[in-house]
């Protein structure tokens, strides 16, 4: 059971595009979600992460939206890099600090 | 600086072996987990520790084992190694109470044939 739906799979962007990954949960009871950036051969790192009490935020160029009514959070990059081509996680918990349901992963490519 | 670690990385193993796979973080986190991640899957939940003598199973466990003996280990054992168990392999770690942030090892690239 997929409780982390995590769409596209992959996505192209020419440089300074703005590529838009969404999720959609099942499970209520979530309250933290977080993005991970992974790169090739590297373990997933932590990118920037939301609470269901905002509809937004920011850091640098990373934005989360979140609508908690339609249980769907998405992340945009603002002035898309190469640097940023990597796969993408969404992920959910109930705490923090503890277990986390992943969505399937998108392969994001920055072309120059 | 405090880190995870994991071993070996990278690992070729035969069908009925058994394998353990080591994760070490010296950041002394309460919290431990142990994902795989396999392409159209993400990341899933094998196995997680809250503290020492703790282990929970998480979504797919069949097949696998965990021991806690004390904080900064969590070793993850394929007791009869099948060919679906080939993956790649994650730790993880995060504070009790703390930030949110889970920090994840380098991953093990484990193959059975």
């Known amino acids: 059971q997929q409780q982390v739906k995590q769409s596209p799979q992959s996505l192209i962007v020419q440089k300074g595009g703005i590529p838009i990954i969404n999720c959609a949960y099942e499970n209520t009871a979530f309250d933290y979600f977080p993005w991970y950036q992974q790169f090739p051969g590297k373990g997933p790192a932590l990118l920037i992460a939301i609470r269901p009490d905002v509809s937004e935020k920011k850091e640098g160029r990373f934005t989360i939206s979140f609508n908690k009514s339609a249980k769907q959070f998405s992340l945009h990059i603002m002035d898309s890099q190469p640097g940023d081509s990597a796969t993408y996680f969404c992920a959910a918990s109930i705490d923090g600090a503890q277990k986390l349901v992943f969505g399937q992963g998108t392969r994001l490519t920055i072309n120059p | 600086d405090a880190e995870i670690t994991q071993s070996p990385r990278h690992k070729i193993t035969e069908t009925g072996r058994q394998v353990t796979l080591a994760c070490h973080q010296t950041?002394?986190?309460?919290?431990m987990f142990w994902y795989r991640q396999d392409l159209g899957h993400g990341l899933r939940l094998i196995h997680y520790?809250?503290?020492?003598?703790?282990?929970n199973k998480g979504e797919v466990s069949d097949g696998y084992s965990v021991s806690r003996s004390n904080t900064e280990d969590l070793p993850l054992t394929l007791e009869s190694a099948a060919s679906s168990q080939t993956s790649v392999y994650f730790c993880a770690s995060s504070e009790a109470g703390g930030e949110d942030t889970q920090y994840f090892g380098p991953g093990t690239r484990l193959t059975v044939l």
């Open positions: 950041w002394n986190h309460n919290n």
């Open positions: 520790s809250y503290g020492v003598q703790d282990t």
